[in-house]
C-alpha cells in the first residue's frame, strides 16, 4: 500500500476491500478463480440449483468462478453432468467445462451453444455486470439489459421445469423483466448472499420450475 497516494481513491478503496475480504482469501486457498463462486455456492446451498447429471449454461462466466462450483456440484468431471460457459471476455480452459467466446446477443451464438449442451438445459445462470460508470441510473439499467439478455437465451434453450437464476441491481427498471419471469416460472423468489458485498446494490433473482411454452 506504500504507492497509495498515486491510486485515484476508488482504486485504493478496492485494493484495500480486496486484501480484507475473507473470500478473497477463501477463494485462493480453494483454488476458485474469484470470490464471486461463493455467491453461487451460497445460493445453491440455499436453493438447491445444481444436481449430479446437470446439464448448466453459465453466460458471463469469465474468469470462471461460478463455471468451476458448477462443475463440482453437477459431477462434469466424471461425465454425469455437462456445463457450458460463455463470455465475451476469454477465460482460461476450465476442466469439465466447454468454453465459447462470444456476445451473448448475437443469434447465431444459440446454435453453439445448444450444440455444446447436447440438450436443453436444467439450469441458465447468470452472473453477467456490466462495467460501472459510476452513474447510479445508468449502471442499473445497464445490467437490467443484461439480464434481459441472459432470459431472451434461456427462455429458449431451457428445460420445461428448469430454473434460471440472474443478477440484478434494485432500482426500479428491472420490473417489466420480473413480470415476465413470474409468468414464466411456477417461483420467482430473490436472494442477496452472504458473499455480496454489502454496499452492493446487486441481488439475484431465482427462477423455479419453467413454464416451456406458456
Known sequence: MRSARHRRPSSTGWLSRQLNDPYVAEAKRLGYRSRSAFKLIQLDDRFRLLSPGHRILDLGCAPGGWTQV?????GALSGRG???????????????????????????????????????????????????IGH????????VA???????????????GG???????????????????KQ???????????????ESAETYVIGKGFRAGE
Not at 441510473?137 to 445490467?143: E, G, N, Q
Request: glycine share 6%.
Open 146 to 160: 443484461l439480464a434481459e439478455a441472459a432470459w431472451s437465451v434461456a427462455e429458449q434453450i431451457l428445460k420445461p
Open 70 to 74: 458448477a462443475v463440482e456440484r453437477v
Open 82 to 132: 455437462v456445463v457450458v460457459g460463455v463470455d465475451i471476455a476469454e477465460a482460461a480452459p476450465i476442466p469439465g467445462a466447454a468454453l465459447l467466446r462470444a456476445d451473448i446477443r448475437e443469434p447465431a451464438v444459440l446454435a453453439a451453444i445448444k450444440a455444446e449442451l447436447g440438450d436443453l438445459a436444467d439450469v441458465v445462470l447468470s452472473d453477467m455486470a456490466p462495467s460501472a
Open 184 to 198: 414464466a416460472f411456477a417461483q420467482l423468489r430473490h436472494a442477496k448472499p452472504a458473499a455480496s458485498r454489502a
Open 163 to 181: 430454473t434460471f437464476v440472474a443478477k440484478v441491481f434494485q432500482g426500479g427498471a428491472e420490473g417489466a423483466l420480473l413480470a415476465r419471469l
Open 136 to 143: 447510479a441510473a445508468t449502471d442499473h439499467l445497464r445490467i
